[in-house]
T-cell receptor
């Protein structure tokens, strides 16, 4: 969905490196989310934000941090990447009915 | 923990046939949604059904919801090769923060 963009689309990094994944949206939604997807598993929620001043942990927030720089921008950081953080990462925005719109994903590989 | 569980995990049918996928969940919900994911890409919202609705249609899609059984089904009629994808149900729990919990998905393959 071109309304939600993620950068980079692919990233290979080494254990211990700091990584930032960025998400921007033009849908005008207040709600934004970060998920990770692993093979054979559904999406798991890392962090979510209902407005610029509201940040909440999801079910797997350990090892991650986020920053909501503006209504349209929500970034995810891995302070010290480890191999089991290798996954597909998705950003999403959401309506008040919780209908969500996903970005194209970032494929992260930690060696 | 997973709220929704899809069944079957994988489904392979011939083009033109109907495909039915099921989702079961554990807690009371505000709504249930279905999403499609083409390989390695972002999820696309298909349909939302509210807890007070029993059936909803969108094009070739039909979704049913049985809150007494905590289950939902997604029917795709007259399947096409382009329907090949993974399908996820997601529930918006009644209590607590409004966030979706996704199932593990059904991998649907449409054979030409």
């Amino acid at each position: 969905d071109a309304d939600v963009t993620q950068t980079p689309r692919n990233r290979i990094t080494k254990t211990g490196k700091r990584i930032m994944l960025e998400c921007s949206q033009t849908k005008g939604h207040d709600r934004m989310y970060w998920y990770r997807q692993d093979p054979g598993l559904g999406l798991r929620l890392i962090y979510y934000s209902f407005d610029v001043k509201d940040i909440n942990k999801g079910e797997i927030s350990d090892g991650y941090s986020v920053s909501r720089q503006a209504q349209a921008k929500f970034s995810l950081s891995l302070e010290s990447a480890i191999p089991n953080q290798t996954a597909l990462y998705f950003c999403a925005t959401g309506t008040s009915y919780n209908e969500q719109f996903f970005g194209p994903g970032t494929r992260l590989t930690v060696l | 923990s997973q709220q929704g569980e899809e069944d079957p995990q994988a489904l392979s049918i011939q083009e033109g046939e109907n495909a039915t996928m099921n989702c079961s969940y554990k807690t009371s919900i505000n709504n249930l949604q279905w999403y499609r994911q083409n390989s390695g890409r972002g999820l696309v919202h298909l349909i939302l059904i509210r807890s007070n609705e029993r059936e909803k249609h969108s094009g070739r899609l039909r979704v049913t919801l049985d809150t007494s059984k905590k289950s939902s089904s997604l029917l795709i009629t007259a399947s096409r090769a382009a329907d090949t994808a993974s399908y996820f149900c997601a529930t918006d729990a009644w209590q607590g923060a409004q966030k979706l919990v996704f199932g593990q998905g059904t991998r649907l393959t449409i054979n030409p």
